[in-house]
T-cell receptor, first 116, second 115 residues
Framework: AQTVTQSQPEMSVQEAETVTLSCTYDTSESDYYLFWYKQPPSRQMILVIRQEAYKQQNATENRFSVNFQKAAKSFSLKISDSQLGDAAMYFC?????????????FGEGTQLTVNP | KAGVTQTPRYLIKTRGQQVTLSCSPI?????VSWYQQTPGQGLQFLFEYFSETQRNKGNFPGRFSGRQFSNSRSEMNVSTLELGDSALYLCASSPVKGANTGELFFGEGSRLTVL
């Protein structure tokens, strides 16, 4: 079974600065997806960024980027130029390859606070 | 395109009662999965439905059940409610083929409180 671990229950960052959230996972599969989801107080889970395991290039989405280390089974999220609206709970999630079902395995989450 | 719609958003029940939650996926999405979110256990997978068939099931007791209709809408039911069933129940949908980028699209959730 796959497991996802987020070792930072809480993180804080000053507005306009950079913060990195950590995630490690365990799997015996070679093909899979990794995601970072954001859950603001409104509760709706919103996709921040996705990474396909077979792609060596790290994904980027505007101010958000990942450091994907497949051999180390590490998938960290970097948020640059942090904004007040980035404050939320962030979840790292694992999904098996397409065709294996759409079940996500989530980490425990990291609560991000952005200080003005 | 409308997002994933969950109803009701909030509900309060008492121990021993049962509850039914509804989820309408994004148009064209045929896979619907359910998650329970609690402060203590985090996000846990309940089950996934595709083409009216349960494809995966998490480690929950038989009091938790679900179904999917031919229009892909899904319902989950919890019978004989316990205090520990108080949680946010999230529904997510995803396309199975075509433009499937792997991500799941979530609804806003149904907040269940059991008294």
């Amino acid at each position: 079974a796959q497991t996802v671990t987020q070792s930072q229950p809480e993180m804080s960052v000053q507005e306009a600065e950079t913060v990195t959230l950590s995630c490690t996972y365990d799997t015996s599969e070679s093909d899979y997806y990794l995601f970072w989801y954001k859950q603001p107080p409104s509760r709706q889970m919103i996709l921040v960024i996705r990474q396909e395991a077979y792609k060596q290039q790290n994904a980027t989405e505007n101010r958000f980027s990942v450091n994907f280390q497949k051999a180390a089974k590490s998938f960290s999220l970097k948020i640059s130029d942090s904004q007040l609206g980035d404050a939320a709970m962030y979840f790292c999630a694992y999904r098996r390859p397409l065709g294996s079902g759409s079940r996500l395995t989530f980490g425990e989450g990291t609560q991000l606070t952005v200080n003005p | 395109k409308a997002g994933v719609t969950q109803t009701p958003r909030y509900l309060i029940k008492t121990r021993g009662q049962q509850v039914t939650l509804s989820c309408s996926p994004i148009s064209g999405h045929r896979s619907v999965s359910w998650y329970q979110q609690t402060p203590g256990q985090g996000l846990q997978f309940l089950f996934e439905y595709f083409s009216e068939t349960q494809r995966n099931k998490g480690n929950f007791p038989g009091r938790f059940s679900g179904r999917q209709f031919s229009n892909s809408r899904s319902e989950m039911n919890v019978s004989t409610l316990e205090l520990g069933d108080s949680a946010l129940y999230l529904c997510a949908s995803s396309p199975v083929k075509g433009a499937n980028t792997g991500e799941l699209f979530f609804g806003e959730g149904s907040r269940l409180t059991v008294l």
